[in-house]
């Protein structure tokens, strides 16, 4: 049975930095691409960043380029999102997705259960 599990939320101080992970057991990482996401109060689900199965290829939101780094460690099965320079704005609960491509939500399969990120003074 296929699982993400997220982990690495918090809460942190605008400037800060957060590194979120994303463990996939029960299917192998380096088939797919894997994408990031997040959901603030009220808002739709928004596409943060995606990388290809070999981790050759990436894209991000506009509103997170320069700040975050997407990556992969196949041998590990895991995915991570470096967070740099938080703002208040990147409040929001983040979504790994797995087998999809880009920054659409309804292009995934599989999904995490969500890690919470907040930042505030």
């Known amino acids: 049975q296929l699982k993400l599990v997220e982990s690495g939320g918090g809460l942190v101080q605008p400037g800060g930095s957060l590194r979120l992970s994303c463990v996939v057991s029960?299917?192998?990482?380096?088939?797919?691409?894997v994408g990031w996401f997040r959901q603030a109060p009220g808002k739709e689900r928004e596409g943060v960043s995606w990388?290809?199965?070999?981790?050759?290829?990436?894209m991000y939101a506009d509103s997170v380029k320069g700040r975050f780094t997407i990556s992969r460690d196949n041998a590990k099965n895991t995915a991570y999102l470096q967070m740099n320079t938080l703002k208040v704005e990147d409040t929001a609960v983040y979504y790994c997705?797995?087998?999809?491509?880009?920054?659409?939500?309804?292009?995934?399969?599989?999904w995490g259960q969500g890690t919470q990120v907040t930042v505030s003074s």
């Open positions: 029960g299917f192998t990482l380096d088939l797919y691409g």
């Open positions: 990388i290809n199965n070999r981790g050759t290829d990436s």
């Open positions: 997705a797995f087998k999809g491509w880009g920054l659409q939500p309804r292009g995934y399969t599989y």
